[in-house]
């Protein structure tokens, strides 16, 4: 199975047509393959994988195909783990969207991602 598709396994999406503000969840066992050598006795989710995630929210929620979305700001505040219930939300204006990794009141990213319009759905 491929990341994305475990992603996908985990991901809970809810969208806001009205006010283009996707929102979900996402819960990642331990077994999760992005866990794989990061790190083995504590693991932590990759930034890599806290992208993709925030992607296939996009996909999910909006239609929006941000593969080749270009990143203009992405920050990563705390480590997530396994098991951690992560709360996701982005908000979109024309071809940008504003996202956030929650973890309860701890912020665990912000990503800024633009794209091509006709990129989306």
């Known amino acids: 199975m491929s990341i994305r598709s475990e992603i996908l396994h985990h ?8 006010t283009r ?7 990642l066992p331990v077994s999760f393959s992005g866990f794989r ?12 994988c806290e992208i ?12 929006i195909h941000a593969d080749h979305a270009e990143i203009r700001n992405a920050k990563f505040f705390a480590p997530a783990g396994a098991d951690e219930v992560l709360e996701l939300s982005c908000t979109i204006s024309q071809n940008t969207a504003s ?4 973890s309860g009141e701890k912020k665990i990213c912000t990503l800024k991602l633009s794209w091509e319009k006709h990129n989306e759905a």
């Open 11 to 18: 991901l809970n999406v809810n969208s806001h047509a009205e």
């Open 99 to 102: 996202c956030r990794i929650m």
């Open 52 to 63: 993709m995630i925030l992607k296939e929210l996009l996909r999910q929620g909006a239609g």
């Open 21 to 27: 503000e996707i929102t979900g969840t996402i819960t």
């Open 37 to 48: 050598g990061h790190f083995p006795q504590n693991p932590i989710l990759p930034g890599v």
